[in-house]
């Protein structure tokens, strides 16, 4: 059986960093691609980024602040997040997935998730 299990969250002053981990096992995650969505309160959950062999992408509104990488042999996924604003409050989820639209950060592109992990900036 498949887990993601995020790491990372906590509580940050504004213009601080973090870094999540996502820690995957149960599964062969080859060719997969990694996503990190994020949903804040009373919000939609929305696409962060996004990894599939060495190739990225990033929602606007994070570009220049996250940075999304893999260490494929410990099959875990991380996402470096500076300059933190308020905004960026949530719930950051890890995701994999197979599929080819992998790229465009839709969620029905990813089908495994993980539980979350809270951020929480203040400023």
């Known amino acids: 059986q498949v887990h993601l299990v995020e790491s990372g969250g906590g509580m940050v002053q504004a213009g601080g960093s973090l870094r999540l981990s996502c820690e995957a096992s149960?599964?062969?995650?080859?060719?997969?691609?990694w996503a990190w969505f994020r949903q804040a309160p009373g919000k939609e959950r929305e696409f962060v980024a996004a990894i599939r062999r060495g190739v990225t992408y990033y929602e606007d509104s994070v570009a220049g602040r996250c940075t999304i990488s893999r260490e494929a042999t410990k099959n875990t996924v991380y996402l470096q997040i500076v300059s933190l604003k308020t905004e960026d409050t949530a719930v950051y989820f890890c995701?994999?997935?197979?599929?080819?639209?992998?790229?465009?950060?839709?969620?029905?592109?990813?089908?495994?998730w993980g539980q979350g992990t809270q951020v929480t900036v203040s400023s």
């Open positions: 149960g599964g062969n995650f080859n060719g997969h691609a």
């Open positions: 995701a994999a997935g197979s599929a080819s639209n992998w790229y465009q950060g839709s969620i029905s592109a990813y089908h495994y």
